[in-house]
């Protein structure tokens, strides 16, 4: 437990190394803006991305203990990439942010860690930072869902309505489009009108 | 030439992903997939006889231009800046402050510097002054110029096809410089090669031929109607017979046609259904001119005219003395400062006088259209409606403002009054993320298509943002709003970013909180949904 | 690069002047032609581009709002942010000529880590307000070189401007808040790097060839002083139409002159016309009263619509059959 202790006290540098790699997998143009404007609304990447990693981060060093905080870790993750899902980046570039972080662990205790006293502990660490980078992999796989998922159902529920209107679909016992929705609002419809 | 998902192995680790740090002008436009829309189809553009009709392929290298494009271009570019002062002082007086840069929502959501307003209007801009000005002409890049290549022209696509003409540059620009329009000429410019995209040029062909973006012909319309009537009654036990074309009315109501298929925007129909109903209002609804929306105005000033004609003709033809606009917000933008000067003089209207409570409409006086925000507001403000806010207690909302109407119209209290007389609980959103400065939906323009849904993503998550932030803090679980494309989109993007999050149009609230006469006890909103607390007892 | 050549053609020009005089003896090149044909070049061309906007209709009324708009009588209308009268407008158009209300719209205090941080966006307003306001009152100051009897508002403006007391001569606080804000717009666009993305070598040069009048005329002032009875009989030949070039005005004057001439002959061909333009912006000289009163575009053409006469024939049955009345049975 002492390798967290030392991180704790480290965790104003590693964070600000941590956001700046992130920050530079922008085009260079950008990534000033994101750095610097302020406001959480002005730069709401910039704002998300640093709370982000920094909620990650003492989760990690409260460690793998109980069942939500697992939960919680999640969520923060969530949250950058849910972003990354949607810029210009191929999968692996979306999460290449999470792996940097022990490169920076390891610069930052160069000299604490010298002659292995802590090896364990941070080999401990640094899976709990791979299991993080999967975590990562299913919410990226999610999001990418999530987007084709919300295609899908935006022509779905037009075409649903579009026959609906033109008498096509009869609004009892048909069968329209699988959409949680829409199969929703015919269960209702159909349970008001009996 | 559209990039998929692929990486090569030994970028897999890289990290510092950097574009090379070129001048922006060296730097042609790469089409990524999911960003973009499909190219306007032939047919849909020889309905309107555009020039250049053919399918076509932007993803695709050949874009099957006429030979002589860019002299199209040139002498579009000559002939614009002759007719609009806007256009010939914007590509001019621009001094690069960068005060825009950063508060265009798709550079906010994208970070890709092209999405800057200022370097969206540098596009065009540098063009101009390869063509038009002596010290481009002269001078070439040195002075910001550069020649009109097909690289140059597919980029002028790419951003101009990424730019929702919200207007909120032009509420930070000291010289109040617009991107809207200046992309706006920039798509009557690409419009001249037949360089439309298809979720354009598709309702536009519809809105000509039969009245609507959708292509509801009339029966359908009158059909869709009477699907929300049956809904009406199982709310409110109430039966309501609406009227089609009838001459002879006292008010036509046009409102976009999203309204009539799309939910959300079928509840908020309903909602004025139940509005007039109640009120007895005198009125009629067209199905010719069915759409008070227009994608025509995402073409050309000449499409939007074509299309916008339609609703001083049908009041015209029957003989109403006014119009009652629905809620939509590129609409409002057009009735409000493009319709009179195209269509008008509406002379053969009366000035709009409500006949619920006597109250003028002067400020809608020449142009006799009246907002249906503007309408309610002042039957609520004299007592008009008997409402149950309490309806709506199991909603906490917020108000989005929409672009057009915060920046090209200014209606920004009329729909908070209304809101807070229908409702209990409703919360703004931040300062800087509402009224002037609100930020869009990301899919306005005619860019809510499915294929570019990233985009959509992107673009709008400065307004999600913002909305999370309320529903983390309040629980704010409604976001309302007056714009069709609005209750359209939003609701996609609340499903990626908020969830928990649904959309409503204010008229859905309003008929949620109206206490009609004659009705039975409402146990359900206008969504069929239970309304908590007030169950139906078994 | 873009930076080095507009360094270097402000160097260059410096140096024209310089051997010009120095060198050539061209004093009358210099002191009377090249400023006549620029102020010629000035004026023509400043008139000639407002006329080229003017010529140019403003179609429809396209104010951008950014307040209530005016509507029921008791909704409180915001007059000047969405003005409906031109009273509005003059008073919008004022705040924005004189105090860059839009760009004071980027002023945002956030408390960030318990702290208030002021964004970059508020150093822009000021350094801009600041630099236009300063080149004005130093550019009225130099009136007394024009005129025969120094007006008092030029005394009083001296006064006023040098009332810290500091230094022989008198130091101008104008001289240095244009120089230092000049200076911050110029590295502005050096290290933001979204301004320096989207800058061009048309951004630099104004800045340069201005930074050079200031610093050659600062240094005129308080270090290396020119003939000062010379320079005024100059002017005065120049505005009586009777030029003269006195003996022993320094060659710094001349400097100072020429790079002016240019600033004066550069003007109606760059950017830095957005002085007249910004007069003549629809979005924000216009009232926003497009629905009580109708615009009138003077090119408005008609267009071919699909007529209700054509709608009905396509679609009679459809309509009888569905109970929507129609015109022809």
Redesign the interface.
């Known amino acids: 437990m002492r390798l967290n202790s030392l991180l704790a006290d480290k965790k104003a540098s590693i964070l600000g190394k941590w956001f700046d ?1 992130i920050i ?8 000033n ?2 750095k610097n ?1 302020g ?7 910039g704002s ?1 991305i640093s709370q982000g990693i920094e909620d990650i981060f003492d989760e990690l060093l409260r460690g793998p203990n109980p069942l939500q905080a697992e939960g919680k870790t999640s969520q923060f993750l969530d949250n950058i990439v ?2 990354r899902a ?3 980046f ?4 979306a999460l ?2 999470i ?2 972080l022990k490169r920076i662990i390891r610069e930052e205790l160069t000299v604490e860690i010298a002659g292995s006293r802590f090896s364990d502990e941070i080999l401990a660490f640094e899976s709990a930072i791979d299991n993080l980078a999967l975590s990562a992999f299913d919410i990226y796989i999610k ?1 990418r869902e ?3 998922e ?2 899908a ?3 779905k ?2 075409t649903f ?2 026959l ?4 096509l679909i009869n ?1 009892n016992n048909g069968h329209g489009p699988d959409s949680k ?1 829409n199969n929703n ?1 015919k269960i ?2 159909g349970e ?2 009996k | 030439m559209a990039t998929k ?3 090569k192995p030994d ?9 090379p ?1 070129k001048g ?1 002008m060296d730097n042609p436009v790469e089409f ?1 997939e ?2 973009f829309c499909w190219g306007a189809k032939g047919k849909n553009l020889k309905i309107i ?1 555009f020039p250049n009709a053919r399918d076509w392929s932007p993803a695709e290298e050949d874009w099957k231009l006429p030979e002589n494009w860019q002299e199209i271009v040139l002498e579009g570019i000559k002939e614009r ?9 914007f590509m ?8 825009c ?2 508060k265009c929502h798709f ?7 092209k999405n ?1 307003p ?2 969206r209007a ?1 596009l065009l801009r540098s063009i101009y002054r390869r063509y038009f ?3 481009g002409k002269m001078l070439g890049k ?3 110029a550069r020649e009109l290549t097909i690289d140059v022209l597919k980029e002028l696509w790419y951003y101009y096809y990424q730019c929702t003409e919200c ?1 909120r540059c ?9 991107q809207a ?1 200046i992309t706006m000429m920039g798509r009557e410019l690409l419009n001249l090669l037949g360089l439309n995209i298809d979720w354009i040029a598709g309702p536009v062909a519809n809105c ?4 609507n973006h ?1 292509g ?9 109607i009477e ?1 929300f009537l049956d ?1 009406i009654e ?1 709310v409110t036990g109430i039966k309501i017979k609406p009227t ?4 002879g009315a006292e008010i036509l109501f046009v409102t976009p046609s999203g309204d ?4 959300p925007g ?1 509840y908020t129909c309903m909602g004025y259904l139940m509005l007039f109903h109640e009120l007895g209002l005198d009125y009629t609804w067209s ?2 001119a069915s759409e008070g929306g227009n994608f025509g105005f995402f073409t050309s ?2 499409m939007a ?2 299309l916008n ?2 609703i001083y ?2 009041a015209k ?1 029957l003989g109403v003395k006014w119009i009652i606009g629905g809620e939509c917000g590129h609409m409002w933008r057009v ?4 319709m ?3 269509n ?2 509406a002379d053969f209207l009366e000035e709009p006088v409500s006949p619920i409570t006597g ?1 003028k ?7 006799k ?1 009246v907002h249906i925000a ?1 309408f309610t ?2 039957l609520i ?1 004299n007592g008009k409606l008997k409402l149950d806010p309490s309806r709506n207690d199991h909603l906490k909302v917020t108000w989005h403002d929409s672009c057009n109407t ?9 729909p908070r ?1 209304v809101l807070r007389n229908v409702c209990n609980h409703f919360y703004e959103m ?1 300062e ?2 509402i ?2 400065r609100t930020f869009c939906c990301g899919s306005g323009t005619g860019l809510n298509a ?2 570019n ?2 985009l959509r ?2 673009g709008g ?2 307004r999600a ?2 909305v999370k ?1 309320v529903r983390d803090r309040y629980g704010v679980n409604m976001l309302a709003n007056i714009c069709a494309i609005d209750r359209a989109t939003l609701k ?1 993007l609340m ?3 908020a969830p928990d999050v649904q959309v409503a149009g204010l008229h859905e609230l309003v008929a949620n909180a109206l206490v009609m006469k004659g009705e039975k006890e409402r146990t ?1 909103d206008l969504r ?2 239970p309304l908590p607390g007030k169950e139906a007892k078994e | 690069m ?1 930076i080095l ?1 507009s360094f270097f053609a402000v160097i260059a020009l410096a140096l024209i002047a310089y051997a010009g005089v120095k060198i050539a003896n061209l004093q009358f090149l210099f002191g009377v032609v090249i400023p006549y044909i620029a102020i010629a070049i000035f004026i023509l061309g400043f008139i000639y ?1 407002v006329l ?11 104010p ?9 009588s ?3 209308q ?1 007059k000047i ?2 003005p ?1 009268s031109a009273s509005g407008v003059v008073i919008r158009m004022a705040l ?1 000529v004189l105090l ?1 209300r ?2 004071f ?2 002023l ?1 205090t956030q408390l960030k880590e318990g702290k208030l941080v002021y964004g970059e ?1 508020k150093w ?1 307003w000021l350094a ?1 307000l600041a630099f236009h306001w300063s080149f004005l009152i130093i550019f009225v100051r130099h009136f007394r070189f024009f005129l025969q009897n120094t007006p008092s508002f030029i005394k009083t403006i001296e006064g006023l401007d040098s009332f810290l007391q500091v230094g022989v001569p008198l130091l101008y606080m104008t001289d240095i808040v244009l120089l230092g804000a000049v200076t911050y717009l110029f590295l ?1 666009r050096v290290f ?1 790097p ?2 320096n ?7 630099y040069f104004p800045l340069f060839l201005i930074l050079g009048i200031a610093s050659s005329g600062v240094v005129m002032r308080y270090f290396y002083k020119v003939h000062i009875v010379g320079v005024k009989e100059l002017a005065m030949g120049l505005v009586t139409l009777s030029p003269v070039i006195p003996q022993g005005v320094g060659v710094m004057f001349y400097i100072h002159l020429f790079l002016i001439c240019t600033l004066l002959a550069y003007f109606p ?3 830095l ?2 002085m007249g ?2 007069f ?5 000289n216009m009232a ?10 003077p ?2 053409y008609p ?6 006469e054509e ?2 024939n ?2 009679r049955e ?2 009888k ?5 129609v015109e022809k049975e």
Not at chain 1, 164 to 167: F, P, S, V
Not at chain 2, 335 to 338: F, M, N
């Open positions: 790699i530079e997998s922008y085009p260079p143009d950008t990534s803006f994101l404007q406001s959480r609304f002005a730069n709401p990447i998300t849910r972003i949607v810029q210009d191929t999968p692996s570039q290449s942010f792996f940097p999001c999530q987007i084709y919300i295609k159902n935006e022509s529920s037009m309505r579009l609906q209107m033109a008498n609004d929705e609002l209702k419809r008001v009108k | 998902f692929t990486a970028e897999l680790s890289k990290l510092d992903y950097k574009p740090k922006w990524k999911n960003t006889d800046l002759s007719k609009y002062r806007s256009l010939r002082l001019d007086i621009c001094v690069r402050c960068g005060a840069a950063d550079f906010i959501g994208s970070g890709d510097p800057m200022v370097l540098e000005t002596a010290s040195i002075a910001g207007r032009s509420v930070f620009c000291p010289y109040g410089i617009d329009e000509y031929m039969k009245g959708l509801l012909e009339p029966h359908t319309i009158k059909n869709g699907f809904d199982t089609f074309n009838r001459k009539l298929f799309a939910d079928t199905t010719y000033n000449e005219k074509r004609a339609k003709a049908e033809r009735v409000h400062q493009y009179d000067t195209w008008g003089p109250t409409f002067e400020n809608a006086k020449s142009t259209m503007e507001a002042d403000k915060a920046r090209g119209m200014g209606i920004l209290e009329e009054y931040p800087e993320t009224r002037e499915s294929e849904m990233e993503m992107r998550f400065a943002n913002a932030y996609a499903e990626y970013w359900q069929l949904e | 873009r050549f581009r080229k906007w003017g010529s140019s209709p403003v179609p429809f009324r396209i951008t709002t950014c307040g209530q708009q005016e509507s029921l008791w909704i409180k915001n942010e969405n409906s924005e860059f839009s760009l719209r980027n945002k966006a822009l801009g502005r933001i979204q301004v993305y989207i800058s061009l070598a048309a951004d061909l760059s950017k016309m957005h333009g910004v003549l912006s629809p979005t924000r926003n009263n497009s629905r009580r009163a109708r615009h009138i575009n090119w408005n267009v071919h619509i699909h007529t209700y709608y009905e396509d679609f459809k309509m059959k569905a109970g929507i009345p």
